[in-house]
């Protein structure tokens, strides 16, 4: 709620974007791959300045050991845009259930985790570019399998941005 409070009544421009990544998240001792979309929306409280809502739905394919997972990611920010890019950072929430691995236990977890968000994208042709973000989260609680592990997630593919004045 404190964070709408930073978005202006009056706003210079809103942008669309969305776009598929490849990636990894490190959750506990095992590093797993992920494969998802994202979209978010933009606000141009300014030419520069930006605050953008962002959620990132990061599936975790059942070609590795411990099976399918999901780790869905959503996040406010407040960042800096050019003419061909824009860089954001902000806290952000998660919901998960995927495998994981402790220290002397694997098994599934499920849960709700709090963390930071940065992300940056860069558009090499007009509205199509690459986009890379990275999110910090706690994860585990009182999981037998994660007692209180941060969870790492970075992911980098293609985006497509809509523009509006």
Not at 80 to 93: C, E, I, Q, R
Not at 122 to 142: E, M, Q, T
């Amino acid at each position: 709620m404190v964070a709408l409070a930073l978005v202006p009544a009056q706003v210079e421009a809103a942008e669309l974007s969305t776009g598929v990544g490849v990636g990894w998240i490190q959750a506990g001792t095992a590093r797993r791959l992920t494969v998802g979309p994202n979209a978010g929306i933009s606000w141009h409280i300014t030419r520069e300045l930006l605050f953008r809502v962002h959620d990132l739905c990061s599936v975790v394919p059942p070609i590795q050991i411990g099976g399918a997972g999901v780790y869905n990611h959503t996040s406010v920010a407040v960042g800096y845009a050019w003419k061909s890019g824009d860089v954001s950072a902000g806290p952000s929430a998660a919901i998960y259930f995927m495998p994981a691995c402790g220290s002397a236990l694997c098994g599934r977890v499920a849960g709700m985790a709090v963390g930071a968000h940065a992300q940056a994208n860069a558009y090499v042709a007009g509205p199509l570019g690459v986009s890379v973000s990275a999110n910090v989260d706690w994860v585990g609680g009182s999981s037998l399998v994660l007692p209180g592990h941060l969870s790492v997630l970075v992911v980098a593919g293609p985006v497509l941005r809509w523009g509006a004045k």
